[in-house]
């Protein structure tokens, strides 16, 4: 069977155009209603992420984390998850892995060697 392209689509014929069509169209409907469903999708939160969800400051700066599994950190916005006292921020060729633990209320996070103590500044709504 020949390559599927443009010019093998255009000698299908005027059925066959068709056919492709539709299933194009029904490609589209699929991942349309996908989108819309994983948007209306409750957040599903493990009880790490629910402690450390909202804002923390300290001297060096915030990080916020957010429901979303996104967080800001030294000014940047990435994705995060929570496994075993570790935050593992992923971007976009390479993950990074940043122990952290909770003393007294507040949020201790080691970066490259060095531990910052951060205060919660505000906690955020859980949906």
Do not use: C
């Not at 999708?41 to 493990?46: M, Q």
């Not at 971007?91 to 633990?101: A, F, H, S």
Request: proline fraction near 5%; glycine fraction near 8%.
């Amino acid at each position: 069977m020949p390559p599927l392209t443009l010019a093998t689509i255009k000698n299908l014929g005027g059925d066959a155009m068709k056919l492709l069509r539709v299933m194009l169209l029904a490609m589209l409907a699929i991942a349309w209603t996908g989108a819309s469903v994983a948007a209306d999708a409750p957040v599903l939160l493990n009880k790490h992420m629910v402690k450390l969800i909202g804002t923390w400051t300290s001297p060096e700066g915030e990080v916020t984390f957010n429901a979303n599994n996104t967080l800001v950190y030294k000014g940047q916005k990435n994705f995060y998850a929570i496994a075993q006292g570790t935050i593992q921020i992923s971007k976009k060729k390479t993950t990074q892995l940043l122990p952290y633990r909770f003393i007294d209320g507040q949020l201790i996070i080691t970066d490259a060697g060095h531990a910052t103590t951060y205060t919660r500044v505000e906690a955020a709504a859980i949906p």
